[in-house]
């Protein structure tokens, strides 16, 4: 018998009367219910006593440990080999081949079907189904981003809880026939009667399906954020990518922050970075620089449309944040800190302190003596392994953020004046480069290269083209979408268009190899160059990649960097972009046909500027 048995609470309750008259989703919680064979059917209506109760499960069930530590927080380990996305297991179903393109893995939408029904076939036996009625965004903007959860995962459940707006209040908003995206998901772990359950089922096999035509989506096997959260990278990304190519507007994997300048001129910037190289870190910054202030509206999705003035708005359909943990220490990002302390936290993949808090590598100088690592054996500073997992996460309600804009709450979102796009580059890419217009710029997005991070499953560092930061986003063909960037800048006013640059982090020095940029905090002075060439008034020289700062004009006042140390940060080296020209035109050879020839034009430009 398991604790989930022993121990009948108010979510014990088997629902045979359905707590909405909406057709189409009762029809379909039924044939999933009929398909999966739960024991029980658990429609979450999101009080805080329920989310109580989930949480007082995933105790019992030994896969939650409380923290003494911080509020109403709790530590969770994953099964060893569920511990990030698995992009070989995601699947763009969409009904012709070419129109999931080059970049992502397709199936005949009918064979996958036949084959998703096979696994979830008796799935949840044993288990409880839970049906979650959510929202991507607010729940009284315009049009409401509907989906609905299944899950037999109470993980699952308390995360979603966090990472959206779920329960009755989304249910009644639905009303009889509002569209919604149907999501479901299974661990894959059916239990037999008398089977002892494990702190994290999950399954060998694994499959994260889109549909992008009918707009549904199907995950199996895997309990980790990005393959279970639905409403996360597969409904906020991969499907709504295909919504807003059809509609007009951009679904894209970036952060949105606002910057004040002394003067309090307010600009909101966006950016896309990939997965794991510092998009919740510069959403959060404190800049060094006296008299700026960042403000946090979103770290990881940015959805975008034109308003009535021609403008790019941005809103952030998430309602948590769900970040990185390695790295996060109060000497990097503070208000990350802050943010977890506050509260409603659950930990996974971390290590637990003996007292019952949380440690990871980062976050303090010094590791305590003794921790308990994620795989939960004992761990000592002289141990070989790191404590935690390098893609173990913090999940946190975005409200624990100290620095979260009052813009936030808008449904209609915020203008933005800049785009940056950026990545993991140890060489060749500096500092920040301004991109002349928005298709070059979109050459930059289309063009952007990163060396691969614990994000994903499968190697780190290695240096691939990862457009927009979306490559394993993208729910169509990504020839399409480069067409579709290139359309959003030609339908549009130019004067109001964002303006967009590249960034790097992350450039290392040949011979040393430690970071050039100190980070961090410190990128609070890229941002003002960046806002100072919005204004007009920072200097900049062209390079055949674009402008970059003009000596003197990257504001350096105070910072610990020599003179040659920058100067190697933000140079561009026409030997290393002669190499980095065959990768990009590789990479069009892959794209194919459907490379809008816009960017093969910019191709040709910078080739002639370098002399090629
Ligand atoms: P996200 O996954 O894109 O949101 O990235 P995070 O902000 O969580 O950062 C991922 C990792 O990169 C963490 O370990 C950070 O500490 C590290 N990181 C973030 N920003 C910087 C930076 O400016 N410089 C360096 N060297 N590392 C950074
Ligand atoms: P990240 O989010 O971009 O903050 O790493 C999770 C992911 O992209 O897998
Ligand atoms: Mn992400
Ligand atoms: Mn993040």
């Not at 009918?110 to 729940?139: A, C, N, Q, W």
């Not at 494990?198 to 889109?210: H, L």
């Not at 950026?422 to 500096?430: A, D, L, Q, S």
Request: charge should be negative; charged fraction near 25%; aromatic fraction near 8%.
């Amino acid at each position: 018998m398991t604790a989930l048995d022993e121990t009948p609470t108010e979510l014990d309750t088997v629902t045979t009367t359905h707590p909405t008259s909406h057709a189409k989703l009762i029809a379909w919680v039924d044939e999933m219910a009929a398909l999966t064979t739960p024991d029980r059917i658990h429609w979450i209506t999101g009080t805080p006593e329920e989310h109580q109760a989930l949480l007082d499960e995933l105790v019992a069930a030994g896969t939650f440990t409380k923290l003494d530590k911080k509020p109403n927080s709790y530590w969770c380990a994953s099964d060893p080999t569920d511990v990030a996305r698995v992009e070989d297991r995601t699947f763009i179903c969409s009904v012709d081949e070419e129109d999931a393109g080059p970049t992502n893995n397709w199936m005949d939408p009918g064979e996958m079907r036949v084959i998703m029904r096979d696994l979830y076939r008796g799935s949840m036996k044993g288990r409880t189904m839970y049906v979650i009625p959510f929202v991507m965004g607010h729940l009284d903007a315009e049009k409401p981003m509907f989906g609905v959860e299944i899950t037999d995962s109470p993980y699952v459940v308390v995360s979603m809880n966090v990472m959206a707006r779920t329960g009755t209040k989304v249910l009644e908003a639905l009303g009889t026939d509002a569209d919604f995206v149907p999501a479901m998901h299974s661990i894959g772990a059916p239990l037999e009667p008398g089977q002892a359950d494990v702190a994290w089922p999950c399954n060998d096999t694994k499959y994260i399906v889109q549909f992008p035509e009918s707009r549904e989506i199907q995950s199996f096997g895997s309990g980790y954020g990005g393959n279970a959260l639905l409403g996360k990278k597969c409904y906020s990304l991969r499907i709504a990518s295909v919504m807003a190519r059809d509609e007009g507007w951009l679904a894209e994997h970036m952060l949105i922050l606002k910057l004040t300048s002394p003067q309090g001129t307010v600009n909101y910037i966006a950016a896309a970075f990939p997965s794991a190289c510092g998009k919740t870190n510069l959403a959060m910054l404190e800049p060094t620089i006296p008299g700026w202030k960042v403000e946090t509206l979103g770290d990881d999705i940015a959805w975008m449309r034109f308003g009535k003035d021609g403008r790019l708005y941005a809103t952030n359909p998430e309602n948590g944040l769900f970040g990185v943990a390695p790295g996060t220490g109060w000497d990097t990002n503070p208000n990350a800190m802050r943010a977890i302390d506050a509260g409603g936290s659950v930990f996974t993949n971390v290590a637990l302190t003996d007292d019952g808090d949380v440690w990871w590598e980062g976050m303090t100088p010094e590791a305590p003596a003794h921790l308990t690592d994620w795989k939960g054996r004992d761990w000592t500073p002289d141990s070989t392994e790191p404590s935690s997992h390098p893609n173990s996460r913090f999940c946190t309600p975005i409200r624990n953020c100290p620095i979260l804009a009052e813009e936030y709450d808008d449904p209609q979102g915020v203008p933005i004046s800049a785009i940056l796009f950026g990545g993991r580059r140890k060489t060749t890419i500096p500092l920040v480069t301004e991109s002349r217009d928005w298709t070059h710029g979109t050459f930059m997005g289309a063009t952007l290269s990163s060396e691969t991070t614990a994000a994903a499953v499968g190697a780190v560092g290695v240096v691939r083209r990862d457009p927009m930061a979306m490559l394993p986003f993208i729910g169509y063909n990504a020839g399409d979408y480069f067409q579709h960037w290139i359309n959003v800048g030609k339908d549009a006013d130019s004067t109001k268009l964002p303006k967009i640059f590249y960034v790097n982090w992350f450039r290392r020095d040949a011979e040393d190899g430690s970071f050039l940029w100190p980070g961090f905090g410190e990128n609070g002075r890229v941002l003002k160059w960046v806002v100072e060439r919005l204004e007009g008034t920072a200097a900049a020289v062209e390079t055949p990649i674009g402008h970059v700062p003009a000596p003197g004009s990257l504001d350096v006042d105070g910072l610990d960097v020599s003179a040659e140390q920058l100067e190697k940060a933000l140079a561009v080296d026409p030997e290393e972009w002669k190499a980095e020209v065959p990768l990009i035109q590789e990479w069009f050879d892959k794209i194919g046909d459907k490379t809008p020839t816009t960017l093969l034009t910019e191709l040709d430009g910078l080739k002639a500027r370098l002399g090629l």
